[in-house]
């Protein structure tokens, strides 16, 4: 089981220092951070709570130091609000996850350019493809599917959390949306778009979609 407490503590001091690059005070943060982890908090998150949150600002964290030319600051913002809003019977909760960044970074002041690019990389996640190269983009995307290409143990715990936060849904019928949605990251070129990504990820994640799919398959037969 997750250390919530320690993994609270460390999100808590993250946000701290990204906030820092914007002049931001310590009580505004404070008070944000309470409304973060509280919209992340919900029981019915399973897999998209505060622990998603940590493991996708922390390979954020080794993929900016790929290139130079990754703004670190917009993609962490971007992290941190990707699935503040989720609702699994929804189809705009992108958007809204988007409009909730924009409301709370507009309230702490931080420059509209950042805001504006904060709200594009939030919506990238809605499909996960790119229509042009943006590095900033590739490494939020990246990050946000890293737990495709992790251990067995880890990913059968990742898919098992997914099938609980849509335990509402038929099970047949969760086969078939799921089987359609990982058959689509197989049938893309690369599943991750950062070179390094592809070299210490790809591999596992094909192996671990593959595997997940054939065993639907032994259930159904």
């Keep these: 089981m997750p250390n919530y407490q320690k993994i609270t503590a460390k999100l808590f001091h993250n946000w701290l220092q990204l906030l820092q690059n914007f002049d931001i005070n310590k009580a505004a943060a ?19 709570n505060l622990e998603h949150i940590y493991h996708v600002l922390e390979v954020t964290q ?71 190269y943006d590095i900033n983009a590739q490494i939020l995307l990246d990050a946000d599917l890293a737990i495709l290409g992790s251990n067995p143990d880890e990913y059968n715990r990742y898919a098992r959390a997914i099938r609980q936060e849509y335990i509402w849904v038929p099970e047949l019928e969760y086969r078939a949306a799921r089987k359609q949605i990982l058959q689509h990251f ?31 398959l032994k259930v159904k037969g």
């Design 30 to 48: 404070g008070t944000t951070f309470s409304q973060i982890v509280e919209s992340y908090s919900h029981p019915n998150r399973y897999y998209h």
């Design 62 to 132: 080794t993929l900016k130091c790929q290139t130079e030319y990754c703004d670190i600051k917009t993609v962490q913002l971007a992290g941190w609000f990707h699935d503040i809003v989720y609702d699994t019977k929804a189809k705009d909760n992108e958007e809204k996850s988007a409009e909730y960044a924009v409301k709370l970074l507009s309230s702490l002041s931080i420059p509209s350019n950042v805001i504006e690019n904060v709200k594009k990389l939030i919506l990238a996640t809605k499909n996960h493809q790119m229509l042009n």
């Design 186 to 216: 197989l049938q893309r070129r690369n599943i991750y778009f950062t070179q390094i990504m592809q070299q210490v990820k790809e591999t596992s994640a094909r192996n671990n979609l593959n595997t997940e799919i054939e065993l639907e």
